[in-house]
T-cell receptor, first 113, second 117 residues
Framework: KNQVEQSPQSLIILEGKNCTLQCNYTVSPFSNLRWYKQDTGRGPVSLTIMTFSENTKSNGRYTATLDADTKQSSLHITASQLSDSASYICVVRPTGGYNKLIFGAGTRLAVHP | DAGVIQSPRHEVTEMGQEVTLRCKPISGHNSLFWYRQTMMRGLELLIYFNNNVPIDDSGMPEDRFSAKMPNASFSTLKIQPSEPRDSAVYFC???????????????FGPGTRLLVL
């Protein structure tokens, strides 16, 4: 069964600190893996996308890594800001078929001053 | 572009009433998705349209739920009759899908927060 699991479920850090969110998946084969950011009261917004052949992708202070052998991805946030407080959702697209995505449950990040 | 537009943003209704959620996708997008998000289950795909045609409705919970896309710029999700367990945030998303477009992005609307009393 295609699954995407994220950890931790929630995380609290102080402003300026770094943090890393984890994503393990069983989807195979897959076309791409995305990290979405969802602010409270808003829809998810795509942060990064990686194909199975890519190892890392950056978007400003966000860096995503992918290990297709171990089926793990991580999202590293550098020098966190209060505006980073949100849910971060790992999403995997299986190969074939249409654009049906497999969503993780998300990690809820709170950045405190 | 205004992005995906959803209405209403909030809806409070009583059990048994009909609820209609509306979505206007991004102009030019040919794929539209309805999702439901709850704390317990996260984001769940309800139905997917491509070129206004329903392709996959396997996520629709039961016959009380129905969705239509009469044209490329409008879709509705209807719940009749509504029940308290339908309380959730309903998102509409759109994308520009091609067989070769493996990296197309789904753009989400702001969601409709539904509370059924």
């Amino acid at each position: 069964k295609n699954q995407v699991e994220q950890s931790p479920q929630s995380l609290i850090i102080l402003e300026g600190k770094n943090c890393t969110l984890q994503c393990n998946y069983t989807v195979s084969p897959f076309s791409n893996l995305r990290w979405y950011k969802q602010d409270t009261g808003r829809g998810p917004v795509s942060l990064t996308i990686m194909t199975f052949s890519e190892n890392t992708k950056s978007n400003g202070r966000y860096t995503a890594t992918l290990d297709a052998d171990t089926k793990q991805s991580s999202l590293h946030i550098t020098a966190s800001q209060l505006s980073d407080s949100a849910s971060y959702i790992c999403v995997v697209r299986p190969t074939g078929g249409y654009n049906k995505l497999i969503f993780g449950a998300g990690t809820r990040l709170a950045v405190h001053p | 572009d205004a992005g995906v537009i959803q209405s209403p943003r909030h809806e409070v209704t009583e059990m048994g009433q009909e609820v209609t959620l509306r979505c206007k996708p991004i102009s030019g997008h040919n794929s539209l998705f309805w999702y439901r998000q709850t704390m317990m289950r996260g984001l769940e795909l309800l139905i997917y349209f491509n070129n206004n045609v329903p392709i996959d409705d396997s996520g629709m919970p039961e016959d009380r739920f129905s969705a239509k896309m009469p044209n490329a710029s409008f879709s509705t999700l209807k719940i009749q009759p509504s029940e308290p367990r339908d309380s959730a945030v309903y998102f509409c998303a759109s994308s520009s899908y091609t067989l070769q477009g493996l990296q197309e992005t789904q753009y989400f609307g702001p969601g409709t927060r539904l509370l059924v009393l």
